[in-house]
């Protein structure tokens, strides 16, 4: 939705965009399984590495040459093997939220140079406890760069 048209206003663009998922995956059968994750599956437990809860929201601002984009994205915690009921905290992958921000300014038709900035606020967090203990999120990056359009 663009929030300049609420306003009035037309010499930006104020994109605003919102999404959310729910999933509830679960094992609708008993089962034994060699795969790390799962292991003894009962019905009704949860499935590994599927948070309940994601959502994601970006605001930007655009003009002609250039716009600049605000994005936050959460992650709900997850269960690092299947099952149901609280997770152990040796199991769980909490919840993170991250914020990125990126940018692009228009040098003619064919030329754009851009700056990027991934985990604005340098998020430390978890994304996966395999194959060998946790494994980090991406930390705080900056990327620039130029691209060109044939």
């Keep these: 939705?663009?929030?300049?048209?609420?306003?009035?206003?037309?010499?930006f663009k104020l994109p605003i965009t919102a999404n959310y998922t729910f999933t509830d995956a679960e094992f609708k059968s008993n089962f034994?399984?060699?795969?790390?994750?799962?292991?003894?599956?009962?019905?009704?437990?949860?499935?590994?590495y599927i948070a309940r809860d994601q959502f994601f929201v970006s605001l930007g601002l655009i003009h002609?040459?250039?716009?600049?984009?605000?994005?936050?994205?959460?992650?709900?915690?997850?269960?690092?093997?299947?099952?149901?009921?609280?997770i152990a905290q040796d199991?769980?992958?909490n919840s993170n939220f991250i914020i990125d921000l990126a940018t692009e300014y228009s040098i003619d038709q064919h030329v754009k140079v851009f700056f990027n900035v991934e985990n604005l606020t340098d998020e430390q967090y978890i994304v996966a406890r395999r194959p060998i203990g946790a494994r980090p999120g991406k930390?705080?990056?900056v990327m620039t760069g130029v691209k060109y359009k044939f």
């Design 1 to 11: 939705y663009d929030l300049a048209k609420s306003f009035n206003i037309t010499k």
């Design 32 to 48: 034994e399984s060699e795969f790390g994750e799962w292991g003894n599956v009962v019905s009704g437990d949860k499935l590994s």
């Design 64 to 86: 002609e040459k250039w716009a600049i984009n605000v994005n936050a994205k959460y992650v709900g915690k997850m269960r690092n093997t299947a099952g149901s009921g609280q």
């Design 91 to 93: 199991d769980v992958i």
């Design 139 to 141: 930390p705080f990056a």
